[in-house]
């Protein structure tokens, strides 16, 4: 006998989308779902187009939640509706995609299969990617582009070996208690764009699994205000991230491995995890080379005796295939002493 049906939110971060925001709401209005079991959470992140007054229209309007907060970035967004939402699973929407008319019911179907707890869910379900507001899908689906094929109907934490082996935002499912621990653990300031990717990750830390409906219920919209994406003679063409949010992503990670309550056996499997994620990042293909990096070597040589700190540098010296600098730390009297570069 089949589960009784969940009661889903979804939440949607709005920023300066007031002309495609009203059709992410009447997405979700017009699901094939009951309406006493699905709501929608809009959170406008301090737009400064005629976004609020366009959103009035639907404040009187039944099974329709909206919070109103200064700007804080798309991750604080999610997490201010989270924090209201009263469903047992959540989905995430951009505002600037929508909801294709079956998305909840396959979910709470997909769901019913897997014997899912809110606890631990996370599900990752398959996009349409639209060629601007109102154009058709291109030939690629979100997955054909992350190769989700390799992966099978679920992935575990020892096999993941993909950078981002998730949808897209707005083709994340999650159980309400599982994001709301992730929305805990996250310094929300840090993490303004791309909260696919932290949360993502952060969830595969908690959950240890992500599941995949391969089925799209989802429009991702690429468009020309897209931050991660154009389409190029019919083509998904992702852009390139020049910024620290790697790094910075990997020692957040890091840090809740050193901090939570894991077990030996789990923390030692997501150190596994992290160690292969830091090497999916640093992975460039042969068509894209990139010169060495310059490597920083910090030591501390406060008391060190001068035999110790000339061995030190004739061991940096010897470095090979790659390029580095010593920066010794220590007081004036110290650093007077160093071997000579």
């Not at 058709?136 to 979100?142: E, M, V, Y």
Request: include cysteine; charge should be negative; charged fraction near 20%.
């Amino acid at each position: 006998m089949s589960a009784p049906l969940p009661r889903f939110s979804v939440v949607v971060a709005n920023y300066n989308h007031a002309a495609l925001v009203g059709r992410a709401i009447d997405s979700v209005l017009g699901q094939q779902y009951p309406a006493e079991l699905r709501e929608v959470v809009v959170v406008d992140d301090g737009s400064t187009d005629d976004s609020r007054e366009r959103l009035a229209a639907w404040c009187d309007t039944p099974g329709v939640r909206l919070v109103l907060q200064d700007n804080r970035g798309q991750t604080a967004a999610f997490a201010a509706g989270v924090a209201v939402a009263q469903g047992d699973y959540i989905c995430l929407l951009d505002a600037d995609d929508h909801c294709l008319p079956d998305r909840l019911a396959a979910v709470a179907a997909h769901l019913d299969t897997l014997g899912a707890t809110p606890e631990q869910l996370f599900l990752c379900h398959d996009l349409q990617i639209l060629d601007g507001v109102d154009g058709a899908p291109i030939a690629a689906t979100w997955f054909d582009q992350i190769g989700q094929h390799r992966f099978g109907p679920h992935l575990t934490l020892s096999a993941v070996h993909h950078e981002f082996p998730f949808a897209s935002t707005s083709g994340m499912v999650f159980g309400r208690p599982l994001l709301a621990r992730v929305m805990a653990l996250l310094p929300l300031h840090e993490w303004r764009m791309f909260a696919d990717a932290i949360l993502g990750h952060t969830a595969m830390l908690l959950a240890g699994e992500v599941h995949y409906l391969r089925r799209c219920l989802t429009g991702y919209v690429v468009h020309g205000r897209n931050d991660n994406a154009s389409i190029v003679a019919g083509r998904y063409v992702a852009k390139a991230r020049w910024n620290d949010s790697r790094a910075r992503q990997l020692r957040l990670l890091e840090l809740l491995v050193d901090t939570l309550p894991f077990s030996a056996d789990e923390r030692a499997e997501r150190w596994g995890y992290l160690a292969r994620l830091e090497h999916a990042y640093r992975t460039v293909s042969a068509d894209r080379s990139r010169p060495q990096p310059l490597i920083s070597l910090v030591v501390d040589a406060q008391g060190a005796p001068p035999d110790w700190m000339q061995a030190t540098a004739d061991a940096a010296a010897r470095l090979r295939d790659c390029r580095h600098e010593l920066l010794w730390v220590g007081d004036a009297a110290t650093l007077a002493a160093l071997p000579p570069d």
